[in-house]
C-alpha cells in the first residue's frame, strides 16, 4: 500500500509498504529516517519514541497505514521543531536525513569533542544530553530526547519525580539513568534562566 | 562527586586545553543526539536484502533432515543456507576453543541455535521463507546441570574434545576446571572459632544492550566482503569469520558501525558469518538486524552459577580459612566459559586475607543457553556469595559487617590465593569506609512532599501497592575485587596508529585504533591522550576497523588501560620524531633543543621551564609524523592446573557498595533508596565518564538483585522469557541516586596510574542490596534476583 | 495482509460485516507486538484510528459512556473524578507513551487475564457496547470475559463505547508487578464502595483465567459492614473483618505459575492488596483518607 504523511515539517510518501509493517520500519527504512531506535519492538523499551499529532508514541506500534494523513515530529527533526516551539509555531519542522552507507563510512569523531557537527542547531534538551553526559552508547538518547523534550515542553519544572515518571518508558542500560535526571534538570534550568531572562 | 586522592602528576602537556584529567565532551555526542550516529542496525544499501535466521525450536534433537525447496521457490527469496552450503573445511567457530557450528551440523545443543539462514527482498518474506524450511528434529534427552552433565551415562554435548582442557577434566561435559590450593584449609579451620556455610545460586543475566545485533556485509568486487557490524573486537572476530569464508583476511575488510551497547555480548559471533555468507552468495548487499526476541537466542548470558562456600574465623573476627566449589554453567558451546573459570577460582576469596584455602571452579557443557561474557564474568558471582558467607560471619560474631570487612580487608602486598602478590594499592577498608561515612538519606520519602504522600517513592511504584503499609528500611554493604584486562598468559597488547601533521594551518593528531566504542567513552580519552602528549587541541579519532592492527577486545575494563596505553606510547613516540624533526630544522637557534627536556604544550615546543622553542606549525611544516605501534601490558602467567598458582593477572580494581533499600515485607516489593558507591580508578582520565561508569555498572548490579533473570525451564531446557515484557531491566524508577566517591591512588605499573573501571561496580552492588533486604526482613536469601514469592514465603 | 482503513463506524462495522477475521487495531499497543514477533498474521487489520467518536466520552447522570480508543492518559487526566479506580488503573499500564495509545476497548478486545482495567470495571460496575451491523447489545462486563483470552464478542461485532457506572464513593486499584513502572501484573485487585447502594464490588486481574469478581468476599463484606451498622457510624472496619475478607478474596483466585510468578504467591497477594485497598477506601469513606499524588 501507498502511505503520505508529514514528517518533520515535510511532506513523505511511501509506496510498496507491506501492511503489517510499522511507522518504525517506514521511517528507518523507506523514508531514510534511522534515528528513531528498534531496541524492542514492543513497546516496552522508548527508543522509537516519537510525536504523532504532537503526542509521544512508540514508533513500533503504530501501524504505518495508521499514519496517514497525519503528523511525525523524530529526533532528526526535534532541532527545528524545538526552535519553532520557541519561536511560537510548533507546528513541525524541516530536515533530516538518514545515513548512508557512505556517510557511515565518512563518519569521523572530530577533535573538538562536543562541537562536533559544528554549525548544528541543537534543541536545549540535545545540549543537555552531550553537556551532562547522559550520553554513552547513544541507542536510548533519540527516544528520551522525544520524551524529555514533551515534558519540559507540558511542565518547565518538573521535580525529579515527575522526570522520572515521564522518563519511565525509556529504558537506558549503560548510564544508570543519574546522567539523564541531570540533562533534564539542566535543560529546565537554562530553559527557566533564558525565560527569566538571566 | 568530587574527586579526591592521591592523583599522578603529568608533566607533558598538562596546560594543554581538553588533555587527560579533563570531564571533556564526547565527540560522537552531536551526532548521538540528532540521531545521525550510524549504528550497526541503521545500515543501508540500494538493492540489500535482509537475511533472516532459522533458529531450533527444541534443545538437544538429532537433525534428521531439512528441506529448504519450498522457501527457496518463493518470489523474492535469493538465498537459502544450511550447514551443507558451507564453502570450506573450517564450519566451526569460537573465542578459545572452535565447537560452534556457523550453522547446525547434524545435531542442535540449545533452544535458539542457528540451523538456516534466508536473504530476501523484505524482512516479512526471509521469515515467512524460514517458516517454509522443513526441519525434522529426533529429540534427545537434556543435560541441564551438573548431575544430568557428569552421570556415568550422560551423553556428551560435544564428540571428540580434542580442545586444550580435556586433558585436565574429570568429565567430556566439564569445559575447564582450576582448583586452586594454598595452605591448608583444613588444618587452619581448626583454628576456627565460628565456621559459616551457605550454598548460593546465581541466576542467569542478560547484558540487554539496547541496539540488538545487526550490521551488513557487502560482497567486493575482488571477491572479498566489507562488513559494517557492532563488536566488541574486530580483529577476533575477523579471525574466526575468514576461514569460514575461505578467504584470506584482507579480504574481508570490517569497520565498527555505532554499537548499541555490549557488556560483553558481543564478544561472541553472531550475525557476522551468516551476513557475509549471504552477501557472498548473493551478489548484493544483505543486511541483518535481530529483533529483541531472538537477541536473546543470538548472544551468550551470564553463567548462571551454583557456589558452595565455608568460611570460618577466630572470635577476634581475623578469617582463619575458606573453602568453595563454583560450578558455572556454560550452556552448549565453550565460549568465555575457560576464562570465567580462571576469573571465578582465583577471586573466589574477595578483597580479605585468608592465607589456607581451597578451591575448585567448574563450567559445565549442558543444553542450557550457551553462556560467557559479560561485565565482571566469574568475579560477579563468586563476589555474591562471599560477600554474604561476610555478613554470615559478622552476624555470627556479633560484629558490625562494615567493620569486620575492614578487619580482614587485603592491601597492597597482600598475597591472593593463586600466591600472586598484589603490587599495587588496594584500598579496600578505606572504600568501605568511605561508603559508611555517606550521610543515609532520609526515612519515609514518600512523605517528604507534605501532606501528600508519593507512590512514585514507594515500594510498587505507581503500581499503588502500598502507602507505606508492610514497609521496613535495610541497609547492605559489600566490596569486591575484580581482574583488569586479560588474564592467565595470554597476549593481552594493543595498537596504535597516531599521524601528527599541520591542517589549515594548525597541527592536528590523528588517532586511529581498532577499538570498539561500544559507550564506554574510550574515543573521548583516546583524544585527551593525544592532547596531553601532543599538545595539540585538533585531534581527529578515525573510524575503528581492520586497516590497523588490533586493539583487543573493549571488555575486561581493559580498553583505557591497554589501548589507552597503546594511543600515549605511539604519541610518545611521535613526539620524539617531531622533536628530532625540530632539532634538525631549528636545533641551531637555540641550546635548549639539546640541552633542556622539551614539551610539547598548546602547539608549541617548550622547555620544562616554559620557554617557548618553536610552533608546531614550523616544525612540522612540509612533514608529517606517522607511526603504528603495539603495546602489551606486563606478562601474566597461566594458573597451575592442579595448584591454581601463578601470576596470573595484572591489575585489580576495587569497589565497595552501601545499598539503602526499603521492603514492603508483606508483598515482597522493593524499593532500592540509594546505592552509594566508592571506588578506586587510580587516576580518573575523564570524571565525568568515570563516574558515568559507575553508575551504569551499579545499576545492572541492581538489576540482577532484584529483577532480571532469564529463565530455562529445566525440563526442555528451552527459554521461557525472551522479550523485554518478561525479562525485566531497571526503569529509571527502579534506580535510585548513586553518589559516587572517586578514590585515585595511582597503580604505577599503569599507564597514568590509571586502573580498568567499568566491572568493578557490577560487583558490589548485588550483594549489597542483598544485604540490605536481609537487613529489612531478616531472610536468609540465597539466590538472586529475590523475587516476591522468595521474601514472601511463597 | 489487507489494510482497511474505514471513515465512520458505519463503515467500520460493514468492513467487519464483510470480514470478520478482520483484526481490529487502534493504539496497536498489542495488535503490533504480535505482528513485529511474528505471532500472528491476520488475514485483515481494521484500523479504527480515523474514527473520531471511539475517541470521545459523555459524562451522564449514571454513568460515563467511555469511546473504546480513548487513550489512557485522558482517563487519567479528565476522568479521574468520575472513574476514580479505573484512572489509578490507567496510571499504572506500561509507559506514558503506552498510555497515549492504549485504550480500554483494546484491553477488552484482547482480553487478556492481565489486562489493567478489568479489575476496575468490575468493581466499578460496566457494560460493554458491541455493535454490528445486526444492531447493538449491552453486555455485562462480568459476562464478557469468556476465557483466557476469549470474550462474548461476535465475530462481525466491535466494542464500540463502555459504559461506566460513575463513581458514588472511594475506589482504589493495586497491581503487583516486579518493577516499579511499565510491568505486567502480575495480580491486581480493585475495588469499589457503592454508599448508595451499601454494596462493595471488587474486581481480580491475573489471578484467574478470567478477570472476576471476588463474590464470597464482596457477599461477606457486604452483610458484616451492613449488620455492624459501618455504613452509618462509619466507624472503622475490624481487623477480624478486613482480614476474612481479604482471605475470601484470595479464595476467589484460580491462578497458575508462569515466568511472573507462582500461584501461591498470586493468591497471597491478592489477599494483602484486598486488605490495604479496603483500607484505604474505607478511610477515604469515612472523610479523612490522604489522597496520593501519583496515585489518583
Known amino acids: 500500500m501507498r502511505v503520505n504523511f508529514t514528517v518533520n515539517g515535510r511532506k513523505q510518501e511511501a509506496d510498496d509498504v507491506w501492511e503489517g509493517e510499522s511507522l518504525l520500519y517506514v521511517l528507518r527504512e523507506r523514508m531514510g529516517l534511522p534515528g528513531s531506535k528498534n531496541a524492542c519492538e514492543q513497546g516496552e523499551c522508548g527508543s522509537c519514541t516519537v510525536r504523532l499529532d504532537g503526542v509521544p508514541v512508540c514508533a513500533c506500534l503504530v501501524a504505518a497505514g495508521q499514519v496517514e494523513g497525519r503528523e511525525v515530529v523524530t529526533v532528526e527533526g526535534l532541532a527545528d521543531f524545538a526552535k519553532q516551539r520557541e519561536e511560537g509555531c510548533a507546528t513541525g519542522a524541516c530536515g533530516g536525513g538518514g545515513t548512508s552507507l557512505q556517510a557511515a563510512q565518512q563518519w569521523q569523531a572530530k577533535g573538538t569533542d562536543s562541537q562536533t557537527g559544528e554549525g548544528e542547531e541543537l534543541a536545549p534538551i540535545q545540549q543537555a544530553f552531550i553537556d551532562a553526559g547522559a550520553v554513552q552508547c547513544g541507542f536510548c538518547t533519540p527516544g528520551l530526547l522525544v520524551a524529555a523534550d514533551e515534558l519540559l515542553e507540558r511542565n518547565a519544572e518538573p521535580s525529579d519525580a515527575d522526570i522520572r515518571e515521564a522518563l519511565s518508558g525509556n529504558l537506558c542500560r549503560c548510564t544508570g539513568y543519574e546522567k539523564i535526571l541531570d540533562a533534564v534538570r539542566l535543560a529546565a534550568a537554562r530553559q527557566d534562566r533564558q525565560e527569566s531572562g538571566v | 562527586m568530587g574527586v579526591t586522592g592521591t592523583p599522578t602528576s603529568i608533566k607533558q602537556g598538562s596546560k594543554t586545553k581538553g588533555g587527560i584529567g579533563e570531564s571533556t565532551l564526547r565527540p560522537d555526542g552531536t551526532l548521538k543526539v540528532t540521531g545521525e550516529f550510524a549504528y550497526s542496525s541503521d545500515m543501508w544499501h540500494e538493492d540489500m536484502l535482509w537475511g533472516y535466521t532459522l533458529r531450533s525450536t527444541t534443545a538437544h534433537a538429532e537433525i534428521r533432515s531439512i528441506d529448504t525447496s519450498e522457501a527457496l521457490a518463493m518470489p523474492g527469496v535469493y538465498a537459502v543456507l544450511t550447514y551443507d552450503d558451507l564453502p570450506t573445511e573450517v564450519k566451526n567457530y569460537g573465542l578459545e576453543i572452535q565447537d560452534t557450528p556457523v550453522l547446525a551440523h547434524g545435531k542442535v545443543r540449545h533452544h535458539g541455535e542457528p540451523v538456516a539462514i534466508v536473504a530476501a527482498d523484505h524482512p516479512e518474506t526471509a521469515r515467512r521463507a524460514a517458516a517454509k524450511i522443513k526441519v525434522d528434529y529426533a529429540e534427545l534427552p537434556v543435560i541441564t546441570d551438573e548431575a544430568s552433565a557428569t552421570a556415568p551415562d550422560a551423553l556428551l554435548i560435544h564428540e571428540g574434545r580434542d580442545d586444550h582442557h580435556i586433558g585436565h577434566v574429570p568429565h567430556p561435559n566439564i569445559v575447564h576446571r582450576q582448583p586452586i590450593v594454598r595452605g591448608n584449609a583444613d588444618e587452619a579451620a581448626k583454628r576456627a572459632d565460628v565456621i559459616v556455610s551457605g550454598e548460593y545460586v546465581f541466576g542467569m543475566q542478560d547484558q540487554a544492550f539496547l541496539g540488538p545485533e545487526s550490521g551488513m556485509a557487502v560482497p567486493g568486487e575482488d571477491g572479498g566482503v566489507d562488513l559494517y557490524v557492532a563488536t566488541q573486537w574486530l580483529h577476533s572476530d575477523l579471525k574466526q569469520i575468514a576461514p569460514v569464508l575461505g578467504l584470506p583476511e584482507e579480504k574481508v575488510r570490517m569497520t565498527l558501525s555505532g554499537v548499541g551497547g555490549a557488556f560483553g555480548g558481543r564478544e561472541d559471533i553472531s550475525m557476522q558469518i551468516h551476513a557475509c555468507l549471504l552477501a557472498l552468495r548473493t551478489g548484493k548487499p544483505v543486511k541483518i538486524v535481530y529483533n529483541r526476541f531472538e537477541s536473546f537466542f543470538g548472544h551468550v548470558h551470564r553463567h548462571p552459577a551454583k557456589l558452595w562456600y565455608e568460611h570460618g574465623a577466630t572470635k577476634d573476627g581475623k578469617l582463619t580459612h575458606m573453602k568453595c566449589r563454583i560450578v558455572l554453567d556454560g550452556g552448549a558451546y565453550a565460549s568465555a566459559s575457560p576464562a570465567v573459570v580462571g576469573n571465578a577460582s582465583s577471586l573466589s576469596a574477595g578483597p580479605y586475607v585468608i592465607e589456607d584455602v581451597d578451591i575448585e571452579a567448574i563450567a559445565l557443557y549442558t543444553n542450557n543457553p550457551p553462556c560467557g561474557a559479560m561485565r565482571g564474568f566469574g568475579a560477579v558471582q563468586a563476589c555474591f556469595a562471599y560477600e554474604a558467607q561476610m555478613d554470615k560471619l559478622a552476624a555470627k560474631l556479633d560484629m558490625d559487617p562494615v567493620e569486620f570487612r575492614r578487619l580482614n580487608a587485603m592491601e597492597q602486598g597482600t598475597l591472593l590465593p593463586t600466591g600472586q602478590p598484589c603490587d599495587s594499592p588496594a584500598p579496600v577498608a578505606e572504600l568501605l569506609r568511605r561508603v559508611k561515612a555517606m550521610p543515609l538519606p532520609p526515612e519515609q520519602q514518600w512523605l517528604a512532599a507534605g501532606e501528600q504522600a508519593d507512590v512514585r517513592a514507594l515500594p510498587g511504584g505507581l503500581s499503588n501497592t502500598t502507602h507505606g503499609e508492610g514497609v521496613v528500611r535495610g541497609v547492605g554493604y559489600a566490596v569486591g575485587i575484580k581482574n583488569v584486562g586479560f588474564s592467565e598468559g595470554f597476549d593481552d597488547y594493543s595498537t596504535a596508529r597516531v599521524r601528527m601533521e599541520v591542517i589549515n594551518g594548525e597541527p592536528v593528531a590523528t588517532v586511529h585504533t581498532a577499538m570498539a566504542e561500544v559507550g564506554q567513552g574510550g574515543v573521548t580519552v583516546h583524544a585527551q591522550i593525544a592532547r596531553t602528549e601532543l599538545g595539540v587541541t585538533q585531534v581527529t579519532i578515525n573510524p575503528a576497523d581492520t586497516q590497523v592492527g588490533s586493539a583487543g577486545s573493549t571488555s575486561a575494563s581493559r580498553q583505557t588501560y591497554v589501548t589507552g596505553g597503546a594511543v600515549k606510547n605511539t604519541c610518545e613516540n611521535v613526539r620524539e620524531k617531531v622533536l628530532e624533526i625540530g632539532r634538525a630544522k631549528f636545533g641551531s637557534y637555540h641550546p635548549a633543543w639539546a640541552t633542556a627536556e622539551l614539551l610539547l604544550e598548546g602547539g608549541k615546543v617548550v622547555t620544562d621551564g616554559g620557554e617557548v622553542l618553536a610552533d608546531l606549525v614550523d616544525v612540522l611544516e612540509g612533514e608529517s609524523v606517522d607511526l603504528e605501534l603495539e603495546w602489551r601490558h606486563r606478562p601474566t602467567e597461566a594458573f597451575d592446573l592442579r595448584t591454581g598458582q601463578g601470576n596470573g593477572h595484572v591489575q585489580y580494581s576495587f569497589a565497595a557498595h552501601r545499598a539503602v533499600v526499603e521492603v514492603d515485607t508483606e508483598l515482597g516489593l522493593v524499593k532500592v533508596i540509594e546505592l552509594a558507591c566508592a571506588q578506586d580508578v587510580g587516576k580518573a582520565l575523564n570524571p565525568l565518564s568515570v563516574v558515568g561508569q559507575i553508575q551504569g555498572g551499579t545499576t545492572q548490579g541492581l538489576g540482577v538483585a532484584v529483577m532480571e533473570e532469564i529463565i530455562v525451564d529445566p525440563k526442555t531446557a528451552k527459554v521461557r522469557n525472551p522479550s523485554f515484557t518478561d525479562y525485566l531491566i531497571p526503569t529509571i524508577l527502579d534506580t535510585p541516586t548513586i553518589p559516587v566517591d572517586v578514590l585515585e591512588l595511582a597503580d604505577e605499573h599503569a599507564p597514568y596510574g590509571l586502573r580498568g573501571i567499568g566491572e568493578a561496580p557490577t560487583l558490589s552492588s548485588t550483594p549489597a542490596v542483598l544485604a540490605a533486604i536481609r537487613n529489612a526482613t531478616g531472610l536468609e536469601l540465597n539466590r538472586t534476583p529475590v523475587r516476591p514469592e522468595h521474601l514472601t514465603g511463597t | ?296
Open chain 3, 1 to 296: 495482509m489487507d489494510f482497511l482503513r474505514p471513515a465512520s463506524w458505519e463503515e467500520a462495522l460493514a468492513a467487519k460485516a464483510e470480514h470478520p477475521t478482520a483484526v481490529p487495531i487502534a493504539g496497536g499497543t498489542d495488535v503490533m507486538v504480535e505482528i513485529n514477533f511474528d505471532h500472528r498474521r491476520p488475514e485483515y487489520l481494521l484500523d479504527l484510528n480515523r474514527i473520531g467518536e471511539l475517541r470521545e466520552w459523555e459524562v451522564g447522570e449514571e454513568t460515563v459512556q467511555l469511546g473504546a480508543s480513548v487513550p489512557y492518559t485522558q482517563i487519567m487526566d479528565h476522568l479521574r473524578a468520575e472513574l476514580p479506580g479505573l484512572a489509578l488503573a490507567a496510571h499504572t499500564v506500561g509507559s506514558p507513551q503506552i498510555r497515549n495509545r492504549g485504550s480500554v476497548g483494546g484491553n477488552l478486545g484482547a482480553a487478556s487475564p492481565a489486562g489493567d482495567s478489568h479489575p476496575a470495571l468490575l468493581s466499578a460496575g460496566a457494560e460493554v457496547e458491541a455493535e454490528s451491523v445486526r444492531g447493538t447489545r449491552l453486555i455485562p462486563v462480568e459476562e464478557f470475559y469468556t476465557g483466557v483470552k476469549r470474550n462474548a464478542l461476535e465475530p462481525d461485532e466491535l466494542i464500540k463505547r463502555v459504559h461506566i457506572k460513575k463513581a458514588d464513593g472511594p475506589q482504589q486499584f493495586s497491581k503487583v508487578g516486579t518493577r516499579n513502572a511499565m510491568v505486567i501484573a502480575v495480580c491486581a485487585f480493585g475495588i469499589a464502595l457503592h454508599p448508595e447502594t451499601r454494596t462493595v464490588k471488587t474486581g481480580i486481574g491475573s489471578a484467574a483465567p478470567t478477570p472476576l469478581r471476588a463474590r464470597a468476599a464482596e457477599d461477606f463484606l457486604n452483610a458484616a459492614l451492613e449488620e455492624g451498622g459501618f455504613w452509618e457510624s462509619g466507624k472503622i472496619i475490624t481487623p477480624s473483618i478486613a482480614k476474612q475478607f481479604a482471605e475470601l478474596a484470595s479464595g476467589a483466585c484460580n491462578p497458575i505459575d508462569d515466568v511472573r510468578g507462582t500461584a501461591k504467591y498470586r493468591r497471597h497477594a491478592v489477599g494483602i492488596m484486598a486488605r490495604r485497598t479496603l483500607g484505604w477506601t474505607w478511610e477515604q469513606y469515612r472523610g479523612n483518607g490522604r489522597t496520593l499524588e501519583g496515585a489518583a
